[in-house]
């Protein structure tokens, strides 16, 4: 797209007058919760939802879409600065991404503070197998998530190549958010522009999940791993966003560790504009981006 669309524009400036001052002045993690959770979309009736109970806790679900036969399986891991969403909360990406080709599954993960690091990250280690039940070794998972989530995926694909296990054939990484010492220039050089965050919001939702652990630790900020053998990954930020430099930097980071990586910066979009896509040709344009190079690395055959 080669300028900006007057939507995203739009959004960027409702959220910057409501939900950023809303979750600036949020008093404990149900507010929290209430604000990062709503529900975004409509689900059309051509989408196939089932549950996907988890062995340990909780219920996550399965998406396909009856009109557009699924090509690939493809794990999302949804973000809400580790304390907050849900599969419901983020269905209006999963929904498009299963028009796109996938069948999606929606992990719905432990959260802080009543699951600090690494509780959340262990979890979707084991839901990583369940989703990878039943396909072939030709026929690798994929993995897909936004903001906390995007990072959660970076973390998991290291705990999985230090476990020597089977790696998805790639990622798609949504306004990761990849270092939790948030020393990141972007952080205070966007503070103002970001549509959504500002530095207090992102050490609440940061000090929440490490519960006092180490935030340099690689585990905690993926960014500063050796990326050494990772799959191919897409990561797609706003030019406004406080996040911006942990989606540079992760860029760099795989640019000196081998790993192929497909960076694409676009302005005006709030924070994870994929959630807009009711209104926001951006975010139609980005999914389709992410879905033609998601399958772009796999063999495309049928689920």
């Given at each position: 797209?080669?300028?900006?669309s ?11 007058l ?28 051509e ?55 996938f ?49 959660l ?8 190549k ?73 990561i ?23 790993v192929?990586?497909q ?41």
């Amino acid at each position: 797209m080669s300028s900006p669309s007057w939507q995203a524009r739009a959004i960027s400036l409702a959220l910057r007058l409501t939900f950023k001052r809303q979750l600036a002045a949020a008093q404990g993690i149900d507010q929290v919760r209430q604000l990062m959770g709503r529900h975004m979309s409509r689900t059309p009736r051509e989408m196939e939802i089932a549950p996907w109970p988890h062995a340990g806790g909780g219920q996550g679900e399965r998406l396909r879409c009856l009109r557009t036969p699924p090509r690939a399986r493809l794990m999302y891991v949804h973000g809400g600065g580790f304390v907050a969403g849900s599969p419901l909360s983020h269905r209006s990406i999963t929904v498009a991404l299963a028009r796109l080709g996938f069948e999606v599954w929606v992990p719905d993960y432990r959260l802080a503070p009543e699951h600090p690091f690494p509780q959340g990250l262990e979890q979707l280690v084991a839901l990583y197998g369940e989703a990878s039940h039943g396909l072939s070794a030709d026929q690798p998972l994929l993995l897909a998530g936004d903001s906390a989530g995007g990072g959660l995926v970076l973390s998991l694909m290291l705990m999985l190549k230090d476990q020597g296990r089977a790696l998805p054939a790639a990622g798609a990484l949504l306004s990761p958010l990849s270092d939790l010492t948030l020393s990141g220039h972007s952080i205070e050089a966007n503070a103002r522009r970001c549509a959504m965050f500002s530095r207090a919001p992102l050490e609440r939702g940061v000090a929440l999940y490490l519960g006092g652990q180490d935030a340099r630790l690689p585990l905690a900020s993926p960014v500063r791993a050796k990326l050494h053998g990772l799959p191919p990954l897409i990561i797609h930020v706003g030019k406004n966003e406080t996040l911006l430099d942990d989606a540079v930097a992760l860029s760099e980071a795989c640019q000196r560790d081998g790993v192929k990586a497909q960076l694409r910066i676009w302005p005006a979009v709030p924070h994870v504009w994929q959630l807009f896509g009711r209104y926001i040709p951006e975010a139609r344009q980005s999914l389709r981006e992410v879905a033609a190079f998601l399958h772009q690395h796999t063999l495309n055959s049928p689920v």
